[in-house]
Structure formats: structure tokens, C-alpha cells
């Protein structure tokens, strides 16, 4: 407990990916199982190029030549399973500072917004 270190989370979405801190909170017992509590934390560049998102995605800047720059804050607490590994549960909140770019029409665009998310293993 209390020991931490660097987690690379791969590229998805609109992040190139990166680095979060994670740290070894406690053990306790979630839903009748011993589990570790880890926190997740950090700051991950926002760097989309809109061009290279296909149209199906029912994105209206999809295929555009517009490009999202900002950055995304994420606080993570995850419980994992002493005995497998595996994630019993997860409670997430982001928050995200962009802007939007679209180069042809001079139009930057402010975005920002959070989202929380508790995600749980219902079985194995």
C-alpha cells in the first residue's frame, strides 16, 4: 500500500495515448471480493486530426480537414481482483479542454466537458 508507479495507456480515441500515475490505495473487499483499490491519474494530450475519422462514425467534422488539440484529465479508481488480476470495478471521471480547429472555414471552436463512468464486472 501506498507504493506507485507509471502506467502507459495506449492510443485510443482522441488521445495519442500516454503516461498516468497509478498508486496502491488499500485492500478491502468489494462485492465479497478481496480486491486491491489502485487510483489512476493524469493528464493525456488531445490530438485528433478529424480527416483521418471515417464517416461512419456520425462525427459531422468527420473527414473534414479540422484537427481537436486540448488535453484530457482523468482520476481512476479501480479494484482489482487479489486472487485474478481482472477488474471488479471501475468509477472513472474526465475532464476534457479542446479547441477545434477547421483550417479552410478560420474557425476555432472551444470544447470542454467531464463525464463520469462506473463500470462493474457482473461475472467471469
Known amino acids: 500500500v501506498g507504493e506507485s508507479w507509471n502506467n502507459w495507456v495506449p492510443k485510443m480515441g482522441i488521445t495519442p495515448g500516454g503516461m498516468l500515475k497509478a498508486t496502491l490505495m488499500a485492500e478491502s473487499t468489494l462485492l465479497g471480493v478481496a480486491v486491491w483499490e489502485v487510483h489512476l491519474k493524469g493528464t493525456l494530450p488531445i ?3 478529424m480527416s483521418k475519422v471515417p464517416l461512419t462514425q456520425g462525427n459531422p467534422l468527420a473527414g473534414q480537414a479540422a484537427r481537436m488539440k486540448g488535453t ?3 482520476n481512476s479508481v479501480i479494484f482489482l481482483d487479489k486472487a ?3 477488474a471488479v470495478q471501475s468509477r472513472t471521471s474526465t475532464d476534457s479542454k479542446m ?3 477547421v483550417p ?3 474557425i ?6 467531464s463525464t463520469e ?3 462493474t464486472r457482473i461475472s467471469d
Open 47 to 49: 490530438d485528433m486530426d
Open 72 to 74: 484530457l484529465e482523468i
Open 84 to 86: 485474478t488480476g481482472l
Open 99 to 101: 479547441s477545434v480547429n
Open 104 to 106: 479552410g472555414l478560420d
Open 108 to 113: 476555432e471552436m472551444p470544447i470542454s466537458g
Open 117 to 119: 463512468i462506473t463500470e
